[in-house]
């Protein structure tokens, strides 16, 4: 019996010349989304108060990957809101999140400012401080990053976001 090939997969020598230019550009648009947003997969935060060795209690570790998913399950199918992580985000002290910032990972830190915002709209004044945070971010990112952000079909649940504070600033 000789071997079978699968054809469930597409080898690189079926691509027919129409296949091509289009095979392409997704792979040109898959490499310009890895470009715009360097975030590892997991952090690791550890902080001291410097008045004892016993107050150096904080560490933590934050998986960017579990928030976006939730993230995406809130925004798309309307489940648990993560709040915890997105308050964790805010809450980090401000060299952590400026580190966030510069390596490329922006996403997350927009949208837990978002959802931070959209959550404190009913019953808090500073709602609009998170999200005037939030959008400095995104004012402050480069041309390319806003454009996956924008895009509808950004891995990053923005649009969603933004139209949901929208939604909720003017219900309140």
Same mark, same amino acid.
């Given at each position: 019996?000789?071997?079978?090939?699968?054809?469930?997969?597409?080898?690189?020598?079926?691509?027919?010349?129409?296949?091509?230019?289009?095979?392409?550009?997704?792979?040109?648009?898959?490499?310009?989304?890895?470009?715009?947003?360097?975030?590892?997969?997991?952090?690791?935060?550890?902080?001291?108060?410097?008045?004892?060795?016993?107050?150096?209690?904080?560490?933590?570790?934050?998986?960017?990957?579990?928030?976006?998913?939730?993230?995406?399950?809130?925004?798309?199918?309307?489940?648990?809101?993560?709040?915890?992580?997105?308050?964790?985000?805010?809450?980090?002290?401000?060299?952590?999140?400026?580190?966030?910032?510069?390596?490329?990972?922006?996403?997350?830190?927009?949208? &837990?400012? +978002?959802?931070?915002?959209?959550?404190?709209? %009913?019953?808090?004044?500073?709602?609009? *401080? #998170?999200?005037?945070? /939030?959008?400095?971010?995104?004012?402050?990112?480069?041309?390319?990053?806003? &454009?996956? +952000?924008?895009?509808?079909?950004?891995?990053? %649940?923005?649009?969603?976001?933004?139209? *949901? #504070?929208?939604?909720? /600033?003017?219900?309140?």
């Amino acid at each position: 019996a000789g071997r079978q090939r699968r054809r469930d997969c597409v080898m690189p020598r079926d691509i027919g010349p129409a296949v091509m230019p289009a095979a392409v550009a997704g792979l040109l648009l898959l490499l310009h989304r890895a470009e715009a947003f360097t975030c590892y997969p997991e952090y690791q935060f550890s902080w001291c108060d410097n008045t004892s060795e016993a107050s150096c209690v904080h560490d933590y570790a934050f998986s960017v990957g579990h928030f976006q998913r939730k993230l995406s399950d809130y925004y798309l199918h309307n489940r648990r809101p993560p709040l915890m992580e997105a308050y964790f985000v805010t809450r980090l002290p401000r060299p952590y999140q400026q580190q966030f910032l510069e390596s490329g990972c922006q996403a997350p830190v927009i949208l &837990a400012y +978002l959802l931070v915002a959209e959550a404190r709209l %009913p019953m808090e004044d500073d709602a609009f *401080r #998170y999200a005037s945070t /939030a959008m400095g971010i995104v004012d402050s990112v480069s041309e390319p990053v806003k &454009a996956i +952000l924008y895009d509808s079909r950004s891995p990053w %649940p923005f649009q969603e976001a933004i139209a *949901r #504070y929208e939604q909720m /600033a003017q219900a309140t």
